[in-house]
């Protein structure tokens, strides 16, 4: 016997009922008419605590899971983020359509940005979110950052960024594409899922039945989404392996990628004012993933080839945990001063030693477009007060490519090098079109090093220099980037993981991946 109508619950925000509406289409393609039933929830009617805040679970879908069980409704539509990972007695999870991009964004308001500044935010910003999640990371980029609480509706937390209650607000990017709000008068900076972790599940829908509607439940499978159903219910099951909810700085991302290798990036804290743990898994077992989350960690010894800063991201990652960190470079710069700076259009910019080199003719550069290797050298760019024209992404041959791509026939670039560089910049441009200047050279220093349970190795200098006066043991070995892991596989090191982009927090995730 064909279903013929059903009332789906939902919440009554433009969002929920977008969702809810968005089932409703998909059921009219079945052939089935359905009605939507607004039901008021107890996180819709406390808006003045934060997530965090509010006593027991479920306060986003209680109401509505009791309105299916008084068969008052047939469907509920979730966000599936919302909803608890047991269900309670007699309902079940039938389908989960294609998720949504599970990004963050960072709105900023117009009169808040600034480019030199992490998250390109001024200093000591007032940032909107209710989320323990958010939170907590966000604290880990800007320790400055001031958090405000934030409740309402999408649009209602928009008009809160609008008439300046805060200098930033974060939003989940599904429920922005949902809504196709107009957001041109704000800064919109995307937060790469790899940095700023999601929350189990976010961007992907739970519709909710009751378990003995075993006739709706198999239509419904019609409209579910195989890989979307395993990435967030293998979240959801990490989630559950750790007793994790709403109140929890808890984010994790689950994918294949194209070898069909299972991904996961976890971030997960027990408090909000506590710096996080994260790493990459590369397990497809639920219970290898919760037992690294959940173990107790033993003391160990890092040894990471560059100086650091107490801010950076490495150095904060690693003082939460007993970790005793020895950070020093092996590499001496030596500057060859210039007096002026070549005729052209761009100055590629390969590192902070390269911009130290020419540092003191900063003046003269002013007027140039300049060009980043990449994330890092950008911000430090941006740090000193130079406007980034060109910031690279993925390897050195990718960031060759794409930046030769930009450069017209007519254009010069000023390329300032080392006695080591690699040339791959410089190899795909034209030799009309480039000028490459030796302006520092990079010296090893011979120096014993101490024996650490972990290497991080951030250059291939630091390499040789290393050899010079160390050999390898039993360390685990952890490398920057493919030019880096190429010397030390050279020098005979077999097992050596290379983080995903040439960052200190990718550096920072594929050392606790190994822990």
């Given amino acids: 016997m064909q279903i013929k109508k059903i009332t789906i619950g939902s919440r009554g925000s433009n969002l929920a009922l977008w969702q809810a509406n968005y089932v409703k289409d998909k059921l009219s393609s079945l052939g089935i008419e359905s009605?939507?039933?607004?039901?008021?929830?107890?996180?819709?009617?406390?808006?003045?605590?934060?997530?965090?805040?509010?006593?027991?679970?479920?306060?986003?879908?209680?109401?509505?899971?009791?309105?299916?069980?008084?068969?008052?409704?047939?469907?509920?539509v979730h966000s599936l983020k919302d909803l608890e990972t047991d269900q309670p007695k007699g309902l079940c999870i039938a389908a989960i359509p294609k998720r949504e991009d599970p990004a963050d964004v960072l709105l900023i308001n117009p009169n808040s940005f600034d480019e030199s500044k992490v998250l390109n935010i001024i200093k000591s910003p007032v940032v909107g979110t209710s989320s323990a999640r958010r939170k907590n990371q966000l604290l880990l980029f800007r320790e400055d950052v001031i958090i405000k609480d934030l409740r309402g509706n999408v649009p209602t937390r928009i008009n809160k960024l609008r008439t300046n209650e805060y200098d930033a607000i974060v939003l989940a990017k599904a429920g922005l594409n949902r809504l196709k709000i107009n957001l041109s008068e704000f800064y919109v900076q995307e937060l790469p899922i790899n940095s700023f972790i999601p929350a189990p599940a976010q961007g992907a829908l739970g519709l909710q039945v009751r378990q003995s509607d075993k006739k709706l439940k198999k239509t419904l499978e019609k409209i579910s989404h195989k890989d979307s159903e395993e990435d967030v219910n293998f979240e959801r099951k990490i989630l559950n392996g750790i007793n994790g909810g709403c109140h929890s700085p808890f984010g994790v991302y689950s994918f294949k990628d194209q070898s069909g290798e299972r991904i996961s990036w976890v971030s997960y804290s027990d408090k909000i004012s506590k710096t996080p743990i994260r790493f990459i898994s590369k397990s497809s077992k639920i219970e290898t993933i919760v037992d690294k989350i959940n173990r107790k960690l033993n003391p160990f010894s890092i040894w990471i080839s560059r100086s650091l800063a107490e801010d950076s991201i490495f150095s904060k990652l690693t003082k939460s945990l007993p970790v005793s960190l020895t950070a020093e470079s092996l590499i001496d710069l030596k500057i060859l001063k210039i007096d002026t700076i070549p005729k052209c259009d761009w100055i590629f910019i390969n590192s902070a030693f390269a911009l130290n080199s020419i540092m003191h003719l900063?003046?003269?550069?002013?007027?140039?477009?300049?060009?980043?290797?990449?994330?890092?050298?950008?911000?430090?760019?941006?740090?000193?007060?130079?406007?980034?024209?060109?910031?690279?992404?993925?390897?050195?041959?990718?960031?060759?490519?794409?930046?030769?791509?930009?450069?017209?026939?007519?254009?010069?670039?000023f390329i300032p090098s080392s006695n080591k560089s690699l040339g791959t910049v410089q190899s795909v441009i034209d030799n009309r079109n480039k000028i490459i200047v030796e302006t520092y050279q990079t010296l090893p220093i011979d120096k014993k090093v101490e024996n650490h349970d972990y290497l991080v190795f951030t250059s291939p200098s630091n390499v040789e220099a290393f050899l010079?006066?160390?050999?390898?043991?039993?360390?685990?070995?952890?490398?920057?980037?493919?030019?880096?892991?190429?010397?030390?596989?050279?020098?005979?090191?077999?097992?050596?993981?290379?983080?995903?982009?040439?960052?200190?927090?990718?550096?920072?995730?594929?050392?606790?991946s190994l822990i």
Avoid: C, M, R
């Avoid at 879908?61 to 409704?73: C, G, Q, V």
């Avoid at 911000?379 to 060759?400: C, H, M, R, T, W």
């Fill in 35 to 76: 009605n939507i039933k607004i039901i008021k929830t107890k996180g819709d009617k406390i808006q003045n605590l934060s997530f965090d805040k509010i006593e027991g679970k479920g306060f986003f879908t209680k109401e509505i899971e009791n309105a299916l069980l008084n068969n008052d409704i047939d469907l509920a």
């Fill in 362 to 413: 900063k003046s003269g550069l002013k007027s140039k477009k300049i060009a980043a290797f990449g994330q890092s050298t950008a911000k430090y760019l941006q740090k000193n007060g130079f406007k980034v024209d060109f910031i690279g992404e993925g390897s050195p041959p990718n960031v060759a490519q794409v930046f030769s791509s930009i450069v017209s026939s007519k254009e010069i670039v």
């Fill in 468 to 512: 010079l006066s160390n050999k390898f043991h039993n360390q685990k070995i952890i490398s920057i980037g493919p030019s880096t892991t190429k010397s030390l596989k050279d020098a005979g090191v077999i097992n050596v993981v290379e983080s995903f982009q040439s960052t200190e927090l990718a550096l920072a995730d594929a050392l606790f």
